[in-house]
């Protein structure tokens, strides 16, 4: 049976991670992943809740120790949590933080690191063994798993870096600073941040910033080469703030496509080329697109692509079996694609067939626009159903952001897809972490967000 180190086989002394501006070695991480080890339970399944990013790596490298899954769940809510206990029997939580009490057994990481022994060895990982259960929420609500074994994350995670450091023109990943605007329990953050440290030699920022100043202080301080793995949502709101950015080596960008028009603003505001990474919950993150150079996309090494359209079909690589991906490519070679939308979100009006994702893109690269999200409501009164175009555009009227939407998608889509209201609101409902507007929450919020600019 084969094996594979838990962290990247290079100088222990080397940072793993800086916290406050203070390195963490790995030789360190060995020591904290070691101690916290010996305190998990004996069986189960860690749902790992740390905030702090080094932490998280700790618990994830625990839990591998101990042969135990760590489960990446959509969310944290009361039901997820508890549907959770009944699918993985035994299920505990790691944390380092005061949260809500989820009814689970509790395991708190030290408050100190753990003392480093004299000698010291990296421990290995049962190739075959399942170190993640990615979950996603099924159509009655309950969770479904996605077993992620470490041979095929160490795959994945090797491909990125070799294409990440292509891009930044250096040898390897080795030494590159992560700052992560993503939390580490989101599988583009997992791969992007906590896998790329462990595996690749790069170093984590231990944080997790939000607001445009703390991100501007993250990678200020962080040393180069120095690379900010984020969210559209995150980007805009940050090259749009006005603050100060210090120059970067490469930004990453993923959980929606970007604009061409944001893409340029992001690489000239840090002084960096930009790459958007594509993946799903099913295969991983499988392609890269330099954004302003074109719509194409390249898949990683060794993955190829089979199919088209609603069928296209992702295999090998780090991606064992074919697997259909559960969006809407037009399969350009087995190894390069376009991205035309998600097949949950495609719509059909008056025979004519676009999707949401690529009418969102044309609506953010609107000027004007800071957010924006088109919703196709369920029926109307004359039965008649048209789209409506929510957006955030606190600088311009509400007449002329709306004669500017549709007079600018009308020169860019089919005129059965321009929006019959346009609605400024503050905010849209976005998750925090990852920028998403999952599909239900967001219907809803759309409704009493229409229904109170009806009342208006």
Not at 121 to 139: F, K, M, N, R, Y
Not at 203 to 226: G, K, N, S
Not at 372 to 379: N, R, S, Y
Not at 392 to 417: C, Q
């Amino acid at each position: 049976m084969s094996a594979s180190p838990l962290l990247w086989a290079g100088d222990l002394e080397a940072p793993l991670a800086w916290r406050h501006g203070q390195p963490i070695s790995r030789r360190q991480y060995l020591a904290d992943v070691e101690a916290l080890s010996a305190r998990l339970p004996e069986t189960g399944a860690m749902l790992n809740l740390s905030g702090d990013r080094y932490r998280f790596a700790v618990g994830l490298g625990a839990a591998l120790l101990r042969g135990q899954r760590s489960l990446l769940p959509p969310n944290f809510t009361p039901d997820m949590i508890e549907r959770l206990s009944a699918l993985f029997p035994g299920t505990y939580v790691l944390t380092d933080h005061v949260a809500g009490s989820t009814g689970l057994h509790t395991v708190w990481h030290a408050e100190a690191h753990a003392p480093i022994p004299a000698a010291q060895a990296v421990p290995e990982v049962d190739d075959a063994a399942i170190a993640v259960q990615v979950l996603t929420s099924g159509s009655t609500g309950a969770p479904v798993p996605h077993p992620k074994a470490w041979h095929y994350l160490r795959i994945g995670v090797e491909a990125e870096a070799q294409r990440l450091a292509e891009q930044m023109g250096l040898p390897s990943f080795t030494g590159v600073t992560l700052v992560a605007t993503v939390p580490a329990q989101h599988m583009y953050g997992f791969e992007s941040s906590v896998l790329l440290s462990l595996l690749a030699g790069a170093t984590i920022d231990t944080e997790r910033p939000f607001y445009p100043a703390d991100i501007a202080a993250a990678l200020a301080r962080a040393p180069r080469p120095r690379m900010l793995v984020t969210t559209p949502f995150h980007l805009k709101s940050l090259v749009e703030s006005g603050v100060e950015l210090p120059a970067i080596d490469l930004t990453l960008c993923a959980t929606a496509p970007l604009s061409p028009q944001l893409a340029a603003r992001a690489e000239a505001a840090l002084a960096a080329p930009l790459m958007e990474i594509y993946g799903s919950t099913e295969t991983g993150q499988v392609a890269t697109r330099r954004t302003v150079q074109g719509a194409e996309w390249t898949t990683f090494s060794g993955v190829h692509l089979t199919g088209d359209a609603e069928a296209a079909v992702a295999q090998g690589g780090h991606v064992p079996q074919p697997t259909t991906l559960a969006d809407v490519l037009e399969v350009l070679s087995p190894t390069s694609f376009r991205l035309l939308g998600r097949s949950n979100d495609l719509i059909n009006i008056a025979g004519k067939r676009s999707s949401l994702g690529h009418l969102n893109y044309h609506l953010n690269g609107i000027e004007g626009v800071r957010d924006g999200a088109f919703w196709l409501p369920h029926d109307a009164p004359d039965g008649v159903v048209r789209l409506v175009a929510f957006v955030v555009a606190p600088d311009v009227s509400a007449e002329e952001i709306h004669k500017r939407v549709v007079a600018e998608m009308r020169l860019r889509v089919d005129t059965a897809f321009l929006p019959r209201r346009v609605v400024q609101v503050p905010e849209l409902p976005r998750v925090q972490g990852t920028g998403k507007l999952p599909t239900g929450a967001f219907a809803a919020w759309a409704e009493q967000a229409l229904a109170a600019a009806s009342r208006r």
